[in-house]
């Protein structure tokens, strides 16, 4: 059903129908004073019985269409029943119709106050539902306090790594700046040592010119000289 306060008239209705299929059979066995206390109680009931199937009825013109045809075969349904324990009450207890007529000054305070016991119902049912809403509600409240929770620790844990990863990046950073130092050193060492190549290379060539210098001259003397 689409309507909840219709559920909760529907629970309040069967209520009252199971305790008043009984009162037929229990008029058979009972006589005067007795009997009319159970007439009396019956007839109270009943009244209670049609205010309710009049709500059920309200909420029924106030129900979307998908859920109305449903809705209302139930109600159909129980006044169909309510009428069959009037038929077998008044079969039960001859007096049941004359009863309810000697008694109608009566019947109005038992209809006023019938009306007050299904609103009281009425209201402690949406009491009830309240309750339930707010107990939901809190318990959303813890779940969402404790994913919160659980996410602060979460992006506690992220900052404590990154913080980590920062430390290894700036270790890496000075091993990167050390290296590039030594780099240059090697490289100003290597040059300092091609330029000392270079210069034994030209010194070598510089002694084997004056050895051969030498050698040329050596041999000119001793050979063409005379």
């Known amino acids: 059903m689409s309507s909840e306060e219709f559920e909760k008239l529907h629970d309040i209705y069967r209520s009252l129908y199971d305790e008043l299929k009984l009162m037929p059979e229990r008029a058979l066995g009972c006589h005067g004073e007795e009997r009319k206390r159970l007439v009396r109680s019956f007839d109270e009931r009943q009244g209670e019985a049609e205010e309710v199937l009049q709500g059920m009825e309200e909420e029924l013109r106030a129900a979307p269409p998908t859920h109305r045809n449903a809705m209302s075969t139930k109600v159909r349904l129980y006044r169909r029943d309510l009428g069959k324990l009037q038929r077998d009450m008044k079969t039960a207890a001859p007096g049941f119709g004359s009863s ?3 008694e109608g000054s009566h019947h109005g305070i038992y209809s006023s106050q019938n009306q007050q016991s299904t609103h009281l119902q009425s209201q402690r049912a949406l009491l009830l539902q309240g309750t339930e809403s707010l107990n939901n509600a809190s318990q959303s409240i813890e779940r969402s306090q404790r994913i919160a929770n659980e996410t602060e620790q979460i992006g506690t844990d992220i900052i404590e790594e990154l913080g980590e ?5 700036d270790r890496t950073r000075n091993r990167l700046v050390n290296t590039g130092e030594n780099l240059s050193k090697s490289r100003k060492v290597l040059r300092a040592m091609a ?4 210069t034994n290379k030209l010194l070598l060539g510089v002694i084997i ?4 210098a030498i050698l040329g001259a050596v041999v000119y003397l001793k050979f063409f000289r005379r």
Do not use: K
Not at 165 to 169: D, K, S, V, Y
Not at 195 to 198: A, D, E, I, K
């Open 165 to 169: 990863q920062r430390e290894q990046l």
């Open 209 to 212: 010119l004056m050895e051969l």
């Open 100 to 102: 309810s007529q000697l």
């Open 195 to 198: 330029r000392r190549l270079v």
